[in-house]
């Protein structure tokens, strides 16, 4: 599925798409650019280490400093191949839903997969990235009623203020830095840092974790989500996206504005989010944070132009 040759990894498109998975909505570090010729560069910074992708000749390539070459493989989840998880998902939906008494009537009477095949298609080549913990927990409190731009820039001022300057023969950057680093700041420290009024749920997250922020992967996922619950800022939402893309936990559905759409064009009916959130992971399995990536890039990309159905 993959080969590396000197400092590179290169992967077919359509094993990793490169805008479908750093577009996405998973991650925040990142910036794209393009030359003269049209040709598009993505510089991708995670934890402490930098990368550079881009697509050539139908492959994508990422470069990285040989020594971070296998993190990268990791990063990308490269050695898990998405055929066999699509086609349980395809499986599951051809099967009648499961009887669970949470989940309304309605929503199990519907026929879903000619648009989850349509949203499939779309996002060929989308992968769930494998990502730092505490930093998706930062950044995703940071998410709270926000826009990308301003989470980016916000991260950006957090890394050069407190992460450590690092060289590469791809251009310096600043790490991530660590919950320690950050708990030792106060409240006002990021409010200068554009953080507003998340800057106290910052400091308080990052004391929290440099106490104990190891375990929580052993937990039954709705535990895992109740205790990330529990840091101020992370509603919900917020906490089927770190368990999906930080803990690997699959089995969540996180829900935002453009789910409620998928759900309405999905099953036909209003209501709760807490319901949504129940009757999307029933109908969609085990594999749930996959689905929902690939029907959320889907919607958001399309911008709504989608015929339900």
Same mark, same amino acid.
């Given at each position: ?30 910036? /794209?650019? $393009? ?7 993505? !510089? =991708?910074?995670?934890?402490? &280490?930098?990368?550079?992708?881009? %697509? ?92 990308i731009k301003r989470i980016k820039g916000t991260l950006e001022r957090i890394c050069t203020a407190l992460g450590r300057r ?14 320690? /680093?950050? $708990? ?7 409010? !200068? =840092?554009?953080?507003?009024? &998340?800057?106290?749920?910052?400091? %308080? ?43 690997g936990r699959y089995d969540v559905f996180p829900v935002d504005t453009w789910v409620k759409k998928i759900y309405v064009d ?44």
């Amino acid at each position: 599925m993959f080969s590396l040759d000197a400092g590179k990894i290169i992967v077919p498109k359509k094993d990793l798409n490169i805008q479908a998975t750093v577009e996405c909505g998973q991650l925040f570090r990142f910036t /794209k650019s $393009a030359d003269s010729g049209g040709h598009v560069t993505y !510089e =991708l910074i995670s934890k402490n &280490r930098k990368c550079l992708l881009a %697509e050539e000749r139908g492959m994508t390539v990422i470069r990285a400093e040989e020594k971070d070459i296998g993190y990268f493989v990791n990063y990308f989840d490269l050695e898990t191949s998405y055929t066999p998880i699509l086609k349980e998902l395809r499986r599951q939906l051809a099967a009648p839903p499961a009887q669970d008494p949470r989940v309304t009537r309605r929503s199990r009477a519907r026929d879903i997969p000619p648009l989850i095949e349509r949203a499939f298609e779309y996002g060929k080549g989308l992968r769930l990235l494998k990502q730092d913990r505490f930093e998706t927990l930062i950044s995703f409190i940071l998410s709270t009623n926000n826009n990308i731009k301003r989470i980016k820039g916000t991260l950006e001022r957090i890394c050069t203020a407190l992460g450590r300057r690092r060289e590469s023969e791809f251009g310096s950057f600043f790490t991530f830095p660590s919950a320690k /680093k950050m $708990a030792a700041m106060d409240e006002s420290f990021y409010r !200068e =840092l554009g953080c507003g009024y &998340r800057a106290a749920w910052i400091l %308080e997250a990052a004391r929290k974790a440099a106490r104990n922020f190891d375990g929580p992967e052993i937990l039954p996922v709705e535990e895992l989500v109740e205790k990330l619950m529990t840091f101020k800022g992370i509603g919900p939402k917020a906490a089927d996206c770190i368990a999906l893309f930080a803990f690997g936990r699959y089995d969540v559905f996180p829900v935002d504005t453009w789910v409620k759409k998928i759900y309405v064009d999905l099953f036909n009916e209003s209501v709760s989010q807490k319901t949504m959130r129940k009757n999307l992971i029933n109908r969609f399995g085990r594999f749930s944070g996959v689905a929902q990536q690939f029907l959320f890039y889907y919607y958001r990309e399309s911008a709504g132009k989608i015929i339900p159905g």
